[in-house]
């Protein structure tokens, strides 16, 4: 090794890598196949629809060999039709994960302030770190009785001042499950400078089932200052594949389009997830048996004494109220994977993501034992 060590500008030394909890690839390693239960990264274990599928086998070579289209036309169309929007409101990024990222560079910088929650996505701190603009982390509602911790959206608006330059707010949120409704995000962005962009974040969207919640895009209009995230890692099980995308005003996606990288979705990405778009069937049977193993789940856990986040995404988030590390390490021993949830400041807590009927009822299985 030479003596060389990488000297990055202030803000990436300061700045920790985004930590995905455990070393997958060597879990997989250590335990036979299909002897490791993931139920750490909220994947769908449904996996996509049968026609994503059949296409990805069918691949022709030239959709290989060939750039992809820079501009993503064919799954942006589909989106804006879907959605009700014009294709010029719609940016495809590189999972959601990058146009957080993207969105950071494009509004903050050194000197001003982003905004979100003490309970916010991981990637919003890194997202503001990255460009050098100061975190505002809002304390959220704490946890008394069976109310679970969940946004604080008055507390998130009094903390946006002169210097906010972008705000992230994810409905609903991961790591709590919990959400708020259109209603009540209506009320926040009245309240919020229009000159502020806000980013609300819904990569559980295709998990939510009231329609008074989520679907942010329905804003879009009276608020341009909104930019709608989503993705299609979760409810369509391509998380892989790495597709989201972002819906907002035009003047929004132009400067977003600026900083993008040309060919930041993959020419896989583009064609599949326009066929997973198009089954709303499968995606029906996603949400009926993620509700139905999600109540199974929880109700373990609450025959036990113990607290569950409501939730409408594919996890919840346990309360043990002790110490969770040797839960977590318990389980790990027997095969299944969690997430801890040290990171977030709540070590007694740690995140389940629903996962097949087999390993749920692992998880349950070794409930006992590793409560023990
Ligand atoms: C999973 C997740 C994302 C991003 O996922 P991508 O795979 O990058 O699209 C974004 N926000 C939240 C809150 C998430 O949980």
Redesign the pocket.
Same mark, same amino acid.
């Given at each position: 090794m030479s003596a060389f060590v990488a000297r990055p500008v202030a803000a990436i030394a300061a700045l920790k890598a985004y930590d995905p909890g455990h070393d997958l690839p060597a879990l997989r390693q250590r335990f036979a196949a299909g002897a490791l239960t993931e139920l750490g990264s909220?994947e769908n274990p449904l996996g996509p629809a049968r026609a994503v599928l059949d296409a990805l086998h069918g691949m022709p070579v030239a959709e290989l060999l060939r750039y992809p289209d820079p501009m993503g036309l064919g799954l942006r169309r589909d989106l804006a039709s879907s959605l009700g929007v014009d294709p010029a409101q719609v940016v495809l990024g590189n +999972?959601?994960?990058e146009l957080?990222m993207l969105l950071a560079q494009c509004f903050a910088g050194p000197g001003d302030e982003v905004v979100f929650s003490e309970f916010g996505?991981a990637?919003y701190s890194i997202g503001t770190a990255a460009v050098g603009a100061t975190p505002r982390r809002v304390g959220a509602h704490p946890r008394t009785g069976a109310a679970p911790r969940g946004h604080d959206l008055g507390a998130l608006a009094a903390a946006i001042g002169p210097r906010t330059r972008l705000v992230y707010l !994810?409905n609903p949120n991961?790591p709590t499950g919990t959400w708020f409704s259109r209603a009540k995000l209506s009320e926040f962005l009245r309240a919020v400078d229009p000159g502020v962009p806000v980013v609300v974040?819904e !990569?559980y969207h295709e998990y939510v089932d009231d329609p008074e919640v989520g679907n942010a895009v329905a804003l879009l209009p009276a608020h341009p200052n909104l930019i709608v995230t989503r993705?299609f890692?979760?409810g369509y099980a391509l !998380?892989g594949l790495?597709v +989201?995308y972002a819906v907002a005003d035009p003047s929004v996606i132009e400067v977003v389009n600026r900083l993008r990288e040309s060919f930041n979705v993959n020419a896989l990405g583009l064609a599949l997830a326009r066929l997973a778009l198009k089954d709303n069937q499968h995606l029906a049977r996603v949400r009926e048996f993620n509700r139905t193993q999600r109540s199974r789940m929880a109700h373990a856990f609450e025959q036990r004494g113990l607290f569950v986040h409501p939730s409408m995404t594919n996890f919840i988030l346990v309360d043990f109220e002790r110490p969770a590390a040797a839960i977590e390490a318990a389980w790990l021993e027997c095969g299944v994977v969690v997430r801890p949830m040290g990171g977030y400041g709540l070590p007694t807590c740690l995140r389940i993501s629903i996962g097949s009927e087999a390993e749920n009822r692992r998880l349950i299985e070794t409930l006992d034992a590793v409560l023990a």
């Open positions: 909220n +999972g959601s994960h957080l996505f990637v !994810a991961n974040d !990569a993705t890692s979760k !998380a790495r +989201g």
